[in-house]
């Protein structure tokens, strides 16, 4: 399929056949595909939950609003955040970087690597994704004002900054299990009409989960994909 064909093919769908189980195995390759999606300095804050449980697909369905996408799906994925996994997986990347350093990098050029690479996750990540009720964040956008009086900086680093720019990366994973189910000939809807206190219930969430996206997966009924309307492209497209 080309890239086109997969856009195509795409749709949120609304109805799923009852008659077409999907494979299991097949989601959660779709899944692993999405984790090539970027995300911001690489740090992965999320999760996805793939839920093929009955019992649980009713459950959520209902704190989806009893949307028929929720009701007609055969499995679910509800993609979360975890921002307070920030030290774990800065750690990781870290590990990772010095790794990769010490089997690529030039002798000369080593320490300035592994230098810069300890500053940005040992450092900048820590400082930057900590949080105290807004007032690691307002310490950030005071320091980022001062400093920016000077030269370019980073503006977006209150906690509500961070917040978004961790559902950003997710909402990129998100887009992208959709485009790989929709090369494997399945169909999705994302959903974001539910009830977040049911979705956590549902799942046992951790009380540190924010919900990104909740993307119901099946194979459509006809009746399921309505009209695709898009406004006119040269309202969004600004060539400068
Ligand atoms: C973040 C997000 C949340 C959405 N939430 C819902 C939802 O709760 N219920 C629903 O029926 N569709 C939902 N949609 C689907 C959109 O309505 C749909 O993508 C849009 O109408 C365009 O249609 P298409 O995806 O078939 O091109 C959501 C889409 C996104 C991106």
Redesign the pocket.
């Known amino acids: 399929m080309s890239l086109q064909d997969i856009l195509d093919h795409?749709?949120?769908v609304?109805h799923y056949d009852p008659a077409q189980p999907i494979d299991a195995g097949v989601v959660k390759k779709c899944i692993e595909l999405a984790s090539l999606a970027p995300t911001s300095s690489n740090m992965q804050l999320w999760e996805a939950f793939h839920v093929i449980d009955k019992t649980v697909l009713g459950k959520l369905a209902h704190a989806?609003?009893d949307?028929r996408?929720a009701r007609t799906a055969q499995q679910i994925v509800v993609f979360v955040t975890r921002q307070s996994l920030y030290k774990q997986h800065a750690k990781a990347i870290l590990d990772a970087a010095m790794d990769d350093i010490n089997r690529n990098s030039p002798e000369e050029k080593k320490e300035k690597h592994m230098k810069l690479q300890t500053a940005y996750y040992a450092k900048l990540i820590p400082f930057i994704y900590s949080r105290c009720f807004g007032l690691w964040g307002l310490v950030r956008k005071v320091l980022a004002q001062c400093i920016g009086l000077s030269r370019p900086i980073m503006r977006q680093v209150s906690e509500g900054d961070v917040r978004v720019c961790v559902h950003k990366s997710c909402?990129l994973v998100a887009q992208t299990f959709m485009l790989a189910m929709s090369e494997a000939g399945y169909d999705t809807?994302?959903?974001?009409?539910?009830d977040s206190r049911l979705v956590k219930k549902a799942l046992n969430l951790p009380y540190d989960t924010e919900i990104n996206?909740v993307i119901t997966c099946g194979i459509r009924m006809p009746d399921g994909?309505?009209g695709?309307?898009r406004l006119p492209f040269s309202e969004m497209y600004r060539r400068v």
Do not use: I
């Open positions: 795409r749709h949120a609304r989806c609003l949307q996408s909402a809807c994302p959903l974001e009409g539910f996206m994909v309505r695709r309307y």
